[in-house]
């Protein structure tokens, strides 16, 4: 049996990315993992369901240039039961980067540009 672990985002600066997440998902760190040389920190992120899959941030000590994400056609996906207060939250931020108001979604971008899609409960 294979199943859903993580999914990994390489970060610029690890303080702002973790403050991000923290902000607009309410992730909160729930494993770290650093070099003895400082030269890397991995950092997993946990939702509030406490469901299995995380986000890992890697942070790089020499990297200081952005990565490049190509033209992101890739995305991670988070659904919700909060889908209009998060969406105010996130608009307040100004972090909503792209909306779909016929699918009834919409998509955030994280300070590195990663985008982030938010999904409603539907019943």
Request: net charge negative; glycine share 6%.
């Amino acid at each position: 049996m294979t199943k859903f672990y993580h999914f990994n985002f390489n970060v610029l600066d690890l303080e702002r990315s973790l403050s991000f997440y923290k902000q607009a998902l309410n992730l909160a760190p729930v494993q770290e993992k650093a070099a003895e040389d400082g030269s890397f920190k991995l950092v997993y992120l946990g939702d509030e369901a406490g469901s299995p899959f995380q986000l890992e941030l890697t942070w790089l000590r020499d990297r200081t240039e952005p990565y490049n994400l190509g033209e992101c056609e890739f995305h991670l996906a988070f659904h919700t039961d909060e889908y209009e207060k998060l969406y105010q939250r996130h608009k307040e931020m100004g972090c909503i980067c792209f909306e779909n108001p016929t699918m009834g979604i919409y998509f955030i971008a994280d300070p590195d540009g990663y985008w982030i899609e938010i999904v409603p409960e539907r019943g």
